[in-house]
């Protein structure tokens, strides 16, 4: 699972929600990069030409996904 983010001037990032207030998801990263080039276009381009890092995809761990932090080592 993956969600879009954005950044303010200020640094901030908060979460793209949609109409109904809830946070867009999406199942497959590409998916989440899709509908943030189109509903940021510009951010997104900017970026390509180094106007500053505004814009992000995050993967969503679940519950049953492995958290790998921190690294756990085998017992001795």
Do not use: N
């Amino acid at each position: 699972m993956f969600k879009i983010e954005v950044a303010d001037e200020h640094d901030r990032w908060t979460d793209v929600r949609g109409s109904d207030g809830s946070v867009l998801v999406f199942e497959k990263e590409d998916e989440a990069r899709a509908k943030l080039a189109q509903l940021y276009p510009v951010l997104v381009q900017m970026e390509k030409y180094g106007g500053g890092k505004r814009t992000r995809v995050i993967r969503i761990l679940g519950d049953d996904d492995e958290d790998d932090w921190p690294v756990k080592r085998p017992a001795p």
